[in-house]
């Protein structure tokens, strides 16, 4: 059996209690200028239920049950609900474009570090290139020298033909 009883006096609802094996306690709550439904399941002997509070809308369509949004600021419903959700939503793609923005910073760095290091590597290839002309030009050097003093190839400098 299943019974409905909205705010009445206390013992009425004691009576009802103990008779049903459902209990739905429907409230009507005002807040923001606004008046909206609340259904809570006092009791459900028997199954599993719920004991949060939901809100319910009267649609075309009939009854809709909709999620009550529980928070620091207590429980919102109806416009404040939406609002909150707008605003959540909003600071939610705020930190989503910040972190995108954040990742493309580092990305940026991360690629002008490459472009460093790829400077610095052709910057030392270019010295060892210049350190190995120079190395070749002295060989070259002191064999024309070697070459004017009369040196054989492979022999010292001390030990010089006449």
Request: hydrophobic fraction near 35%; proline fraction near 2%.
């Amino acid at each position: 059996m299943a019974t409905i009883v909205t705010e009445q006096d206390d013992e009425t609802a004691m009576g009802v209690s103990s008779r049903a094996d459902t209990w739905l306690l429907l409230r009507n709550v005002e807040s923001n200028g606004e008046r909206n439904r609340l259904l809570f399941v006092l009791k459900s002997r028997g199954t599993a239920h719920s004991n949060q509070v939901r809100e319910f809308v009267l649609t075309s369509d009939g009854v809709q049950l909709i999620d009550v949004y529980v928070g620091p600021e207590g429980m919102l419903t109806g416009s404040a609900r939406l609002t909150q959700e707008i605003s959540e939503r909003d600071a939610r793609l705020r930190r989503q474009a910040d972190v995108q923005r954040r990742e493309r910073e580092l990305r940026a760095k991360i690629d002008a570090l490459h472009e460093e290091i790829a400077c610095d590597e052709a910057e030392l290839e270019e010295i060892a290139n210049r350190q190995q002309r120079l190395a070749a030009d002295a060989d070259d050097a002191q064999r024309a020298i070697g070459a004017q003093r009369w040196v054989d190839p492979g022999q010292d400098d001390d030990e010089k033909q006449p």
